[in-house]
């Protein structure tokens, strides 16, 4: 493994003496301007077509103009509902789903218009964990092939004792045991699963992590170990994160900001303690008003905001702003206009004509 | 208070090509009229397995109840014939589930699902049966019930399916629902939805509940009492206010340490509890906690503890070491 300093990330970290070396030759980086990932106007629309020739019915606007930056070793929480696009933009990113416009820099680099060839090389940069380490094992294969397979892929370790001893590590950076390289994922638990799952997307050493609902389908007990897991990985390697969830707590303990998802488009975006104790969105406030405190003398004093309806079809989004339906605070100008995100403090926008 | 259902050393086996596995293993806990009483824990515990044995739909032969009485209303439900169960089913005592589009028929109109029960239990005529439905959905909040009468479960979303799955629950006015982690599979927004519609409807008409959940937040907010379950045992039982007031077993005091709190100062780091949960087919002699336990001694590995009085209430929990036990679940906190 290259020292963290090299991989980036380390920006601002005092390094050893060869990644000081590495950092002066590097153009000099202020951590407040690194961004790692910009998303301009991301569109992505799937079109819905019906009858025997197929024609086009409709359109499901599953990402409808989504912008955002992450720096450097910063993690970013991305919630909202089933269907509001979080899962979609995080496909866009990766290009496993080509956007229909709109614009995703990686590291500089424009990934809309490369080719595959060229993506290949990029998709090594960014490495996805996904919410069921079950479904995304290979059953059919060891946990040492699992994490090594990348490597020989990639071409980047190509000596199979090397890679053994590659997977070690990587193994033991984990948290797992040098012999569980020769089980089968059916004999692992779900949080060691789920470290094999991260053990993989550590092993082509990437500067982005996209955590898609990572610790959902754990147990409450295991949750907490691969979260601090991530937050260890983090620090260590300089990783960033763009951190896919639907559980709010759980994003705001490991988020440095957190925007927030509305059928398809961002609604509030801000860092992670503005967010948490200042939400000027209604439907941020009614999503923070809808997670129970494991404490019932609280839950007794606590008041709620029960949202009415459910979340509108993308396919026929409401006119307006599109949460106006559902909004307590809806006047007649949220049915005509569409708030734009508009600037309530430093790093804050949020997309209400009332916030 | 005589409850209205009283579990009794009730125990649950399924023989697996591994061996037997305890999914419940000794267990009493009771339900009083008009109550909600949670059953908590993690994948495996048990607690899924002991709503299906209540109800006598462990699947056999694998699974098998081997000890126990299910007192309800005066009589044991374990002794009762298939045919005398089936009228305590739907009628007495109602279950909703965890998915309902599983459970729920894709072929059969949303009417005919809510109409049949109320035909087969109260006898009610076709017309009859029919306005009970239409009552139900408007009770369930589901607008335009002539229209969605008509329709399959398909054309329902999620949230409006589970409100679905509460007026088949309700239909034939139960005494008891049992859910099975009824907003698990929601969002957010809808969970909220229905756990208020549950309990809005259950105090209106006297429903007593049983919430089998692994999520300490809902428990907190709509249980009156709450049985923690490890491993196919109750390790701890006691009313949800002093139960979570003080925690009395090292495993609830773990759970409720290891998730991260919106009403609290962010953690640097989260406190989970280390280790795996364990295979139930080869447990260890003693506690089956005792592996993962900060405060483990050696009696702990040799001995199964028994539930001992831990607080007022009847607060009962399985530890040898109560009184070494912290009386706080506040960890030191420090936001990053």
């Keep these: 493994m290259s020292p963290p300093a090299a991989q980036g990330g380390a920006a601002g970290r005092s390094g050893t003496g060869g990644a000081a070396a590495a950092m002066a030759a590097a153009p000099q980086r202020d951590p407040a301007t690194d961004v790692l990932l910009e998303v301009r106007d991301l569109v992505k629309h799937y079109p819905v077509s019906a009858g025997f020739l197929g024609r086009e019915v409709g359109v499901v606007r599953a990402v409808d103009g989504v912008s955002f930056t992450i720096r450097r070793g910063e993690t970013l929480g991305l919630v909202g509902e089933s269907g509001c696009g979080k899962t979609t933009t995080g496909r866009c990113i990766l290009q496993l789903d080509r956007p229909t416009s709109g614009s995703v820099r990686f590291e500089g680099q424009e990934l809309t218009t490369l080719r595959p060839a060229a993506l290949r090389s990029v998709r090594r940069r960014i490495q996805v964990i996904f919410q069921d380490p079950y479904s995304s094992l290979n059953p059919r294969m060891t946990v040492g092939q699992i994490v090594g397979e990348p490597l020989a892929v990639h071409g980047l370790v190509r000596e199979a004792p090397a890679r053994a001893a590659r997977v070690q590590e990587l193994l033991r950076q984990v948290g797992l045991l040098p012999q569980h390289d020769r089980r089968y994922p059916h004999q692992l638990s779900g949080g060691q699963r789920q470290r094999v799952g991260i053990a993989r997307a550590l092993s082509l050493e990437p500067s982005l992590i996209i955590c898609d609902e990572p610790v959902s389908a754990l147990d409450v007990s295991i949750q907490a170990q691969i979260i601090n897991l991530l937050e260890d990985l983090q620090q260590q390697l300089g990783l960033t994160y763009l951190f896919v969830a639907h559980d709010l707590s759980v994003v705001r303990h490991i988020s440095d900001r957190v925007a927030v998802m509305y059928l398809g488009r961002i609604v509030e975006i801000a860092d992670r303690q503005t967010l948490y104790e200042a939400p000027r969105h209604p439907y941020t406030q009614a999503l923070l008003s809808a997670v129970p405190i494991p404490d019932p003398e609280v839950e007794a004093r606590r008041e709620h905001v029960v949202l009415a309806g459910e979340v509108p079809s993308p396919l026929s989004p409401p006119t307006g702003c599109a949460f106006h339906p559902r909004c307590p605070i809806a006047v007649e100008e949220c049915q005509r206009t569409r708030p734009l995100l508009r600037d309530l403090g430093p790093g804050h926008q949020a997309a209400c004509h009332l916030a | ?255 409720l340490r290891s998730v991260p709190r919106l009403d609290e100062a962010r953690r640097a780091r989260l406190d989970p509890i280390e280790g795996q949960p364990p295979d139930l087919s080869r447990l ?53």
Excluded at chain 2, 158 to 185: F, I, K, S
Aim: aromatic share 4%.
């Design chain 2, 1 to 255: 208070m005589t409850p209205l259902l009283d579990v009794r050393h009730l125990s649950t086996q399924f023989t697996t090509r591994g061996g037997v596995v305890r999914a419940v293993d000794d267990v009493s806990w009771d339900v009083r009229p008009a109550e909600t009483v949670a059953l908590v824990g993690e994948s495996g515990c048990g607690k899924s397995v002991s709503a299906l044995s209540i109800m006598r739909l462990v699947a056999a032969p694998a699974g098998r109840i081997v000890a126990g009485e299910v007192w309800f209303r005066g009589k044991d439900l374990l002794r009762l014939s298939e045919e005398e169960m089936r009228r305590v089913r739907g009628r007495e005592i109602a279950m909703v589930f965890q998915e309902p589009m599983t459970s729920l028929n894709p072929v059969l109109s949303v009417g005919r699902q809510l109409t049949e029960g109320v035909e087969i239990h109260l006898g009610a005529d076709p017309a009859r049966a029919r306005a009970r439905a239409e009552e139900l959905l408007q009770m369930v909040g589901i607008p335009d019930p002539t229209r969605r009468l008509a329709q399959y479960p398909h054309q329902f979303s999620g949230g409006m399916r589970q409100r679905m799955m509460v007026a088949m629950a309700l239909a034939c006015e139960p005494a008891l629902v049992l859910a099975d982690e009824p907003t698990t599979a929601l969002d957010v927004t809808i969970q909220a939805q229905i756990l208020e519609l549950m309990k809005t409807l259950s105090r209106r008409l006297g429903v007593a509940m049983l919430i089998i959940t692994h999520n300490l937040g809902v428990v907190a907010r709509y249980a009156d009492r709450v049985n923690v379950m490890y491993a196919g045992r109750i390790i701890e039982q006691g009313t949800a206010r002093e139960l979570y007031a003080h925690p009395r077993h090292p495993y609830t005091l773990g759970l």
């Design chain 2, 284 to 336: 260890p002699p003693g506690c089956a906690f005792a592996p993962r336990c900060a405060f483990r001694v050696e009696r702990c590995l040799a001995e199964r503890p028994a539930l001992l009085a831990a607080g007022p209430d009847g607060h009962v929990s399985a530890c040898w070491e109560i009184e070494r036990l912290p009386d706080t679940t506040v960890v030191a906190e420090v936001t990053r």
